[in-house]
């Protein structure tokens, strides 16, 4: 069995070694074994599991839906329904960051637009950014 020390780890998983370590204090990572020399040496399911946590983070999931797919991962046997659950969740956020963000586009589109070429006197921009009215 290959065993890697923390740096290794870090490289193959794409995880910061500082962030290998607060994920084994939070639980999400097993502790690992250590070398003879007392280094933390990770096999490649650990890293397998790093790389999970990693792309899980980039999709904005939250460290508990982490762990509750970590758990399910480990049981393979168990019905999919949960993780389906989470990830809708999921989804969800997405949809209302989404349209949150579409929101602060036509806010900074319309400011733009009836700001152009004008000067601050009468700049919306400066206006709705100093507290004035929103959305007039």
Sequence with gaps: MTEFAIGEAARRSGVKVPTIR???EIALLG???RSAGNRRLY????VQR????RHARELGFEIDAIRALLRLQDHPEQSCSEADIIAAERLV???QRIASLM???AELAGML???RRGQV?????IETLGGGEIGA
């Design 22 to 24: 607060y994920y084994e």
């Design 121 to 125: 006197a009468q700049c919306r921009v």
């Design 43 to 46: 096999d490649e399911r650990a």
């Design 103 to 105: 929101a602060l586009k």
């Design 113 to 115: 637009e009836q700001c």
């Design 50 to 53: 790093l790389a999970f946590i």
């Design 31 to 33: 502790r690992p074994g």
């Design 93 to 95: 956020e997405v949809e």
